[in-house]
């Protein structure tokens, strides 16, 4: 017996599907870059350490910046804060991190005015990007489940 109102989570739309294929991908990547900074810095000459510790930097990054989403953006830690808030906390706690690691890995130099005011426009521009990219993505939920929801109601009387 099958039901139509059921969601059939065996079905996935191509868009699904790219998206858990990009996600494996990313995944294994990452897997395969921690093994190779792993191994690479054990192996390597004292000259190309350097430039390995900006990737395990990066890599540090990754792991704070997801750690801030999780704080930031699920109810794991904060049950009720307005979206603005979270995005600006989120910002600034990233801001910091990304600031400090700059200082030290020396990314850009630090004395340099022009230097960090373009550092802090890159930030906020794509901080605005993927903002509005998640706003967008999630208007786009919304609208799916009210449409769903609507119909399920309509379906139902």
């Given amino acids: 017996m099958t039901r139509k109102d059921i969601i059939d989570t065996e079905r996935k739309t191509p868009a699904e599907g790219a998206r858990t294929f990009l996600l494996m991908v990313c995944a294994e990547f990452s897997v395969a870059m ?3 900074l792993f191994f690479t810095t054990l192996y390597a000459s004292w000259g190309a350490h350097l430039d390995l510790w900006v990737c395990w930097s990066f890599l540090a990054i990754a792991l704070v910046a997801t750690t801030l989403q999780l704080v930031f953006f699920t109810p794991l ?3 009720r804060m307005p979206y603005p808030l979270r995005i600006a906390a989120f910002g ?3 801001y910091a991190v990304l600031s400090a690691v700059a200082v030290l890995m020396g990314w850009f130099p630090v004395e340099s005015p022009g230097s960090w005011a373009l550092f802090t ?3 906020l521009v794509t901080l605005a990007i993927a903002t509005a990219a998640a706003s967008h993505r999630m208007r786009q939920e919304e609208r799916t489940l009210n449409e769903g929801l609507s119909k399920y109601h309509n379906d139902g009387k």
């Fill in 34 to 36: 921690i093994f190779y």
């Fill in 77 to 79: 830690v904060i049950k």
């Fill in 92 to 94: 600034v706690c990233l």
């Fill in 121 to 123: 426009t890159t930030f």
